[in-house]
C-alpha cells in the first residue's frame, strides 16, 4: 500500500521569507499524480500544486514550486515570498488513477505551517 | 456559486442516533468521494463512486452507507452513530483522473459531534 509521510509536525517563516516543506511517499507504481492541499482554520481543503509523475518538470504555481525527486520518492514545496495568508495546515498527497474512473488520494498527516510578520 | 456543497456544516448529535450527510457537486464531474479527518487531522478516504457505481469502499463500519441518486450527489448515511466517529467529513468530486489536469475538488467538511 502507498504510504506518504510527511516528517515536520510544525514549521515557521517569516513574512517574505522562503519555508520548504518536504514530504516523502512509497509506491511501487510509475505513473502517479502529486500533490499539496492548504488546510487554512476556514476548513477549506485547498489545491495548491499537482505533479504528473511522469513529468520531469516541477510544477510552479506563482509563490509555490516542488521539488519532485521520482527515484527518492521525494515531493517538497517550497514557498517564497512567504505571506500571512499562507499560513495552514499542509497535506502532501499521493494520487493512484484507477481503471474504474476513480482517484483514491493517501493523504501525509500534515505540517502546520506559521507565519510571523 | 459553490461546486462542492455539503451539508450540513455542524452536525451534534447523540451516541445511537442515526444521521445523515448530503454532499452535492455542479461540476459535471463523474465521480464523488467521502473523506474522513480524525482529531489528530489525518485524512482518510472512505468511499468513491462514478456515475453512481461504488468504486472505493475502505474498511469502513457497514454502519456508514453511502447513497448515490445520481452522479451530481453522494450522500452519507451513518447508522447507530458512536464517540469514534466524531470527526470532519469531507465530500470530493473530479473528472476522469486519466485526465491531465485531474484534481480533486473538495466541499468545505461537516463537523460531526457525537456525544
Known amino acids: 500500500a502507498q504510504t506518504v509521510t510527511q516528517s515536520q509536525p510544525e514549521m515557521s517563516v517569516q513574512e517574505a521569507e522562503t519555508v520548504t516543506l518536504s514530504c516523502t511517499y512509497d509506491?511501487?507504481?510509475?505513473?502517479?499524480?502529486l500533490f499539496w492541499y492548504k488546510q487554512p482554520p476556514s476548513r477549506q481543503m485547498i489545491l495548491v500544486i499537482r505533479q504528473e509523475a511522469y513529468k520531469q518538470q516541477n510544477a510552479t504555481e506563482n509563490r509555490f514550486s516542488v521539488n519532485f525527486q521520482k527515484a527518492a520518492k521525494s515531493f517538497s514545496l517550497k514557498i517564497s515570498d512567504s505571506q500571512l495568508g499562507d499560513a495552514a495546515m499542509y497535506f502532501c498527497?499521493?494520487?493512484?488513477?484507477?481503471?474504474?474512473?476513480?482517484?483514491?488520494?493517501?493523504f501525509g498527516k500534515g505540517t502546520k505551517l506559521t507565519v510571523n510578520p | 456559486d459553490t461546486a462542492v456543497s455539503q451539508t450540513p456544516k455542524y452536525l451534534v448529535t447523540q451516541m445511537g442516533n442515526d444521521k445523515s450527510i448530503k454532499c452535492e457537486q455542479n461540476l459535471g464531474h463523474d465521480t464523488m468521494y467521502w473523506y474522513k479527518q480524525d482529531s489528530k487531522k489525518f485524512l482518510k478516504i472512505m468511499f468513491s463512486?462514478?456515475?453512481?457505481?461504488?468504486?472505493i469502499n475502505e474498511t469502513v463500519p457497514n454502519r456508514f452507507s453511502p447513497k448515490s441518486p445520481d452522479k451530481a450527489h453522494l450522500n452519507l448515511h451513518i447508522n447507530s452513530l458512536e464517540l469514534g466517529d466524531s470527526a470532519v467529513y469531507f465530500c470530493?468530486?473530479?473528472?476522469?483522473?486519466?485526465?491531465?489536469?485531474?484534481?480533486?475538488?473538495f466541499g468545505s467538511g461537516t463537523q460531526l459531534s457525537v456525544l
Open positions: 509506491t511501487s507504481e510509475s505513473d502517479y499524480y
Open positions: 498527497a499521493y494520487g493512484d488513477p484507477r481503471q474504474g474512473g476513480s482517484e483514491k488520494l493517501v
Open positions: 470530493a468530486s473530479s473528472q476522469d483522473p486519466r485526465e491531465s489536469n485531474e484534481k480533486l475538488f
Open positions: 463512486y462514478n456515475n453512481k457505481e461504488l468504486i
